[in-house]
C-alpha cells in the first residue's frame, strides 16, 4: 500500500491555537524584559545610591558621615563618676583639685575627746580620692589651732583598693610609733574611717592594714573586728560643731555663723569674745534637732570692725558648766 503524500499547502495547526509566528513570541518577550530592566535601573537612580544591587557594606558608617544616624548623648553617667559634690573629672586627665572632708581629734586625753571636721582642697592622683584624703589628714596641719591628728608625723599610706562599699587602706608599719590612751586610739581609728568613706560615698565599711596585715591593735590597745563601719556620730562627733565661718576667715560687719549640733534640748548657747578675752555678745540659738539627734543651727551676727573669738557650746544639765566648746577666730573688716 502506498504510503500518504504531505499536502504542501496545508499547516499544522500551533498548539496554542494562535496564528502568530514563534519569531514573533520571541521579539515580544524580548522587548518585554527590556522594558523591565530599563525600569528597574530608573528607579535605583532615583534614590541616589551608586551601590550595586543586593551587595552590603561589612563596615557601618561613621558617626556624624551621611547615611549615618546622629550620636544621642547617653544619660548614664561615667562609671568613675564621684560623688556630687566633687568637680567633674575630665576623661583624660589623672590629676584634678577636689574638696574632701579631713576629720581631726579635739580634747587630746580627756574624756571628751571627739571628732571635728575640716573641708580642704587636695589633689586627688588617678582617681583615687580615698588615698589623697587619708594622706592629707596624716600630712596636712588643721586650720584650727585647736584641732589636732594624734596619728604620728611619719604616717604614710601605701596604698588603697575598694570593691563594692568596701574600702581598704594599707598603711605603712611607721603608725603605730608612739602610745595613747584607750580613747584616743579609738577615735583615730574612727578619724580615719570616717575621712575614708567621706572621701567616697559609695563606700561604708573600711579594712585597715599595716604592711598588708590587718590592723588588730593601735598605741597598745585592740582595735575593732575587721572592716570597720562608722561608729554613731554621738559616740564620736563633737557635740557642738562651727562649720561657717572657718577658722581665720575675714568677714563683713554682718555675718551668720553656721554650724551642727547633737545637744540637750537642742539649745546651743555662744559667747564672743575680743582678743584681749573681754566678753562682748553673749546668748543662744536652737538647733533643728537635739538629745540624741544631730540638727543644724544659725545665728546672725552684727560686730565693730576688729577681731573676735566665737565661742559656741552647750551647758550642763548638772552644773551649767561648759561642755562641747567649739571656737572659731575671725576678722571683721
Do not use: C
Amino acid at each position: 500500500m502506498a504510503a500518504p503524500q504531505s499536502n504542501p499547502r496545508r499547516r499544522t495547526p500551533r498548539p496554542n491555537g494562535s496564528g502568530i509566528p514563534s519569531i514573533w513570541l520571541v521579539v515580544v518577550s524580548a522587548v518585554a524584559a527590556g522594558l523591565l530592566l530599563g525600569l528597574a535601573i530608573g528607579m535605583l537612580g532615583r534614590d541616589g545610591s551608586s551601590d550595586t544591587v543586593g551587595e552590603t557594606s561589612a563596615t557601618p558608617a561613621a558617626t556624624g558621615q551621611p547615611g549615618a544616624p546622629p550620636a544621642v548623648p547617653s544619660d548614664s553617667p561615667p562609671a568613675t563618676t564621684e560623688p556630687t559634690t566633687t568637680p567633674p573629672v575630665t576623661p583624660t586627665s589623672d590629676r584634678e583639685q577636689r574638696t574632701l572632708a579631713l576629720y581631726y581629734l579635739r580634747g587630746g586625753a580627756n574624756s571628751d575627746a571627739r571628732l571635728f571636721r575640716e573641708f580642704r582642697s587636695i589633689q586627688v592622683v588617678d582617681r583615687r580620692p580615698v588615698l589623697a584624703a587619708v594622706t592629707a589628714m596624716f600630712t596636712v596641719r588643721p586650720l584650727d589651732r585647736d584641732y589636732e591628728n594624734p596619728w604620728p608625723a611619719s604616717s604614710k599610706v601605701l596604698s588603697t583598693s575598694k570593691s563594692g562599699d568596701l574600702v581598704t587602706v594599707n598603711l605603712a608599719r611607721s603608725v603605730a610609733g608612739r602610745s595613747a590612751s584607750e580613747l584616743v586610739s579609738r577615735m583615730a581609728v574612727q578619724q580615719l574611717v570616717y575621712t575614708a568613706t567621706a572621701a567616697d560615698l559609695s563606700t561604708r565599711r573600711v579594712n585597715i592594714l599595716v604592711e598588708g596585715k590587718s590592723l588588730t591593735s593601735l598605741w597598745g590597745h585592740p582595735v575593732a573586728p575587721q572592716p570597720i563601719e562608722r561608729s554613731p556620730e554621738a559616740d564620736v562627733l563633737a557635740p557642738v560643731w562651727i562649720t561657717d565661718p572657718i577658722e581665720g576667715a575675714t568677714v563683713g560687719r554682718t555675718v551668720t555663723v553656721k554650724g551642727t549640733a547633737d545637744v540637750f534640748e537642742a539649745r546651743v548657747s555662744y559667747e564672743v569674745a575680743d582678743l584681749d578675752g573681754a566678753t562682748v555678745q553673749k546668748g543662744a540659738v536652737q538647733a533643728s534637732a537635739g538629745s540624741g539627734t544631730r540638727g543644724d543651727w544659725s545665728k546672725k551676727l552684727t560686730f565693730e570692725p576688729g577681731s573676735y573669738v566665737l565661742r559656741f557650746f552647750y551647758r550642763s544639765a548638772d552644773d551649767g558648766s561648759v561642755q562641747g566648746l567649739d571656737t572659731k577666730t575671725i576678722r571683721v573688716r
